[in-house]
């Protein structure tokens, strides 16, 4: 029985991850969504994809403990290990944004998923984690090196070596999420708030997308060398032209008195 199932609505992909009782993530299940994400990735109808649990109080609770132990004792799992590692390498160079909507428990693998979509939203009721400490490891799926990229070193620390859960309000305060949503209705809010983005040109927002994604890596003289090669295919194509001509006439066209005109 698939553990992810897609919902389209509209330019938007909601994907959810229902694997009861508690949204453990297995290697099964992480080996599934890098297979619905190849799909999404080549499908030119989906603007934006949208990542969400479907077991309350749960987004994706953790890596799946008995798989773990299995692989420590050198036992055979379903699925491939290394999905882990190739399905978040995905999420963040696939063309379209990805978006966590947080929807409770996200620890360890959760909030790794979390880490590497291009932006997060939290339900009011949501927590994210790294308590690998706590049984003796460590982060294995790019919490010790997205974590300190998004809140800075010291504030990845202490999670890391502490263990300590964070709630959604001080999740958006370090800058782990970027909005935190009513618990009521929160997965359509989270569709609302990814279908702002899902309705702007599609080829600008894979562009920024990759902009953001591959210059972060860079020196920022490669960086901006980069951002400007992106800027100049854009402006000499003629879907950034006709949109700045609309721009103009509703300049030209508005009151002198008229202070904020929409681009």
């Known amino acids: ?30 080996t599934e969504l890098e297979q ?12 934006v994809v949208v990542l969400t649990g479907g077991i ?15 692989i420590g004792r050198g036992e055979a799992v379903q699925g491939d290990p290394r999905s882990w590692g190739r399905a ?8 379209q944004p990805v ?10 693998g959760g909030c790794e998923l979390s880490l590497a979509c291009t932006l997060r939203v939290a339900a ?4 994210l984690g790294q308590p690998e400490v706590n049984v003796g490891i460590i982060p294995g799926a790019g ?15 202490d999670m890391v070596l502490s263990g ?17 949503l009513p618990d009521d209705g929160f997965v359509e809010a989270a569709v609302d708030y990814a279908g702002v983005i899902a309705a702007k040109p599609r080829a600008a927002v894979v562009a920024a997308k990759r902009a953001l994604v591959e210059g972060r890596g860079l020196p920022l003289d490669d960086a901006l060398r980069l951002e400007s090669t992106i800027f100049v295919e854009l402006q000499t194509g003629q879907a950034a032209l006709s949109l700045e001509e609309g721009a103009l006439a509703r300049y030209a066209a508005a009151g002198a008195d008229e202070r904020r005109i929409e681009l």
């Open 88 to 95: 978040l390498r995905l999420i963040e160079t696939m063309p």
């Open 56 to 70: 309350d109080g749960y987004f994706v609770a953790h890596a799946d403990l008995d798989d773990l132990v299995r």
């Open 143 to 157: 919490g010790t090196q997205r974590l300190p990229r998004l809140v800075g070193r010291g504030r990845a620390a």
């Open 36 to 47: 619905v994400l190849a799909e999404l990735a080549a499908d030119d109808d989906v603007n």
């Open 124 to 127: 009011a009721s949501a927590h």
């Open 1 to 30: 029985m698939p553990n992810w199932a897609v919902e389209r609505r509209g330019a938007v992909a909601l994907v959810t991850f229902t694997r009861p009782p508690r949204n453990f993530m297995s290697m099964a299940a992480m």
């Open 99 to 108: 978006i966590a909507a947080i929807n409770g428990q996200a620890w360890g």
């Open 164 to 180: 300590r859960v964070v709630e959604a309000a001080e999740a958006l305060r370090i800058g782990l999420v970027e909005a935190v």
